[in-house]
């Protein structure tokens, strides 16, 4: 009786042995102990807040930019990143925020500037080139390790003099940002000489190294379709922003008729948010993800609540 006892133990150990052996060979990409035993591998995405987004509902304290608030929001949320706009602060102390958004255990994710590139020569593009170093500066004191430049057009020239102009620009500039060890990305931009996928490809081909930001709401304002967008663009894209928008007819002072483009929370609006999700997810996106609303309907604390609520969602139901 005890031999065959041993006998079964000895042969149940030698299958499982070969099943774990087997499994770790030949297992998918991803696989995990977890999935094997029949639990799930939940994906997440990491958010963050911008404070452009606040900013934009007068989120003050004492006439200034309250960063505190706003970082007890995130928290609350289980928001871990931070995305600094230039233009919310005056003065910007980076030391400062660098120190509040720790104390809510967040960090800043990417730092956003506007510096004047879309001048035609580099003389013109001097005091661009200057704005670029502070920020670098700036960048490194606030701990990210992205900044993004906000490229718009002019209507004074036409929209490819406006991009050459671009290119010209953030070659200059990406040598520097290289050279502090920062990632210098762009986005989609309304209106603008550099919005499409196809315009977006030749930056990256003209200045190397350069990475993008998906803008989903910007994209779908300027006609092209958002899964398209990010399916061109997938391999150099490192941020995304994501807000909703729908477009509508609208009657003119004059009478006359026309479309007009109106943003939304996320969810609210006519962008397919979940295939763009889906494609995020089955990707292994790994940046953050910032929940951009330009409207008013709801608070800023509001509107990332219900947005991540959404997203999450998405997530959890494929």
């Given at each position: 009786?005890?031999?065959?006892?041993?006998?079964?133990?000895?042969?149940?150990?030698?299958?499982?042995?070969?099943?774990?052996?087997?499994?770790?060979?030949?297992?998918?990409?991803?696989?995990?102990?977890?999935?094997?035993?029949?639990?799930?591998?939940?994906?997440?995405?990491?958010?963050?807040?911008?404070?452009?987004?606040?900013?934009?509902?007068?989120?003050?304290?004492?006439?200034?930019?309250?960063?505190?608030?706003?970082?007890?929001?995130?928290?609350?949320?289980?928001i871990e990143g931070v995305?600094?706009?230039?233009?919310?602060?005056?003065?910007?102390?980076?030391?400062?925020?660098?120190?509040?958004?720790?104390?809510?255990g967040q960090k800043v994710v990417c730092y956003t500037f506007f510096p004047p590139l879309n001048k035609p020569t580099k003389a013109e593009r001097e005091a661009g080139i200057e704005e670029v170093k502070k920020a670098i500066e700036i960048a490194k004191r606030l701990g990210t390790d992205k900044v993004m430049i906000h490229t718009p057009g002019n209507s004074g020239m036409t929209a490819e003099e406006c991009r050459v102009n671009w290119i010209h620009g953030l070659q200059e500039a990406i040598v520097l940002t290289n050279a502090a060890g920062l990632t210098?990305?762009?986005?989609?931009?309304?209106?603008?000489?550099?919005?499409?996928?196809?315009?977006?490809?030749?930056?990256?081909?003209?200045?190397?190294?350069?990475?993008?930001?998906?803008?989903?709401?910007?994209?779908?304002?300027?006609?092209?379709?958002?899964?398209?967008?990010?399916?061109?663009?997938?391999?150099?894209?490192?941020?995304?922003?994501?807000?909703?928008?729908?477009?509508?007819?609208?009657?003119?002072?004059?009478?006359?008729?026309?479309?007009?483009?109106?943003?939304?929370?996320?969810g609210e609006g006519d962008i397919n948010f979940t295939e763009c999700v889906k494609a995020m997810v089955k990707d292994g996106y790994k940046g953050f993800v910032d929940i951009e609303y330009e409207g008013n309907k709801y608070t800023p604390d509001a509107a990332n609540k219900k947005a991540i609520e959404f997203i999450n969602n998405i997530i959890s139901n494929n």
């Amino acid at each position: 009786m005890m031999r065959t006892t041993n006998y079964n133990y000895s042969r149940r150990f030698l299958t499982l042995f070969v099943a774990v052996i087997f499994t770790t060979i030949f297992a998918p990409e991803g696989y995990s102990q977890q999935q094997n035993i029949g639990s799930p591998q939940v994906n997440k995405m990491k958010f963050a807040l911008m404070t452009y987004t606040f900013a934009r509902q007068d989120w003050k304290k004492d006439g200034n930019f309250d960063l505190e608030k706003m970082c007890k929001v995130g928290q609350e949320l289980g928001i871990e990143g931070v995305d600094i706009v230039s233009h919310t602060f005056s003065p910007l102390e980076p030391e400062n925020i660098r120190k509040v958004l720790a104390d809510h255990g967040q960090k800043v994710v990417c730092y956003t500037f506007f510096p004047p590139l879309n001048k035609p020569t580099k003389a013109e593009r001097e005091a661009g080139i200057e704005e670029v170093k502070k920020a670098i500066e700036i960048a490194k004191r606030l701990g990210t390790d992205k900044v993004m430049i906000h490229t718009p057009g002019n209507s004074g020239m036409t929209a490819e003099e406006c991009r050459v102009n671009w290119i010209h620009g953030l070659q200059e500039a990406i040598v520097l940002t290289n050279a502090a060890g920062l990632t210098l990305t762009i986005e989609s931009i309304q209106h603008s000489p550099l919005s499409t996928s196809a315009e977006m490809l030749r930056v990256v081909r003209e200045v190397p190294g350069i990475k993008l930001v998906f803008d989903a709401g910007n994209v779908y304002s300027m006609g092209e379709d958002p899964l398209a967008f990010y399916n061109a663009c997938r391999e150099h894209i490192v941020h995304v922003h994501f807000k909703d928008g729908r477009w509508h007819n609208k009657t003119n002072t004059d009478g006359s008729t026309g479309r007009d483009f109106t943003n939304e929370l996320i969810g609210e609006g006519d962008i397919n948010f979940t295939e763009c999700v889906k494609a995020m997810v089955k990707d292994g996106y790994k940046g953050f993800v910032d929940i951009e609303y330009e409207g008013n309907k709801y608070t800023p604390d509001a509107a990332n609540k219900k947005a991540i609520e959404f997203i999450n969602n998405i997530i959890s139901n494929n």
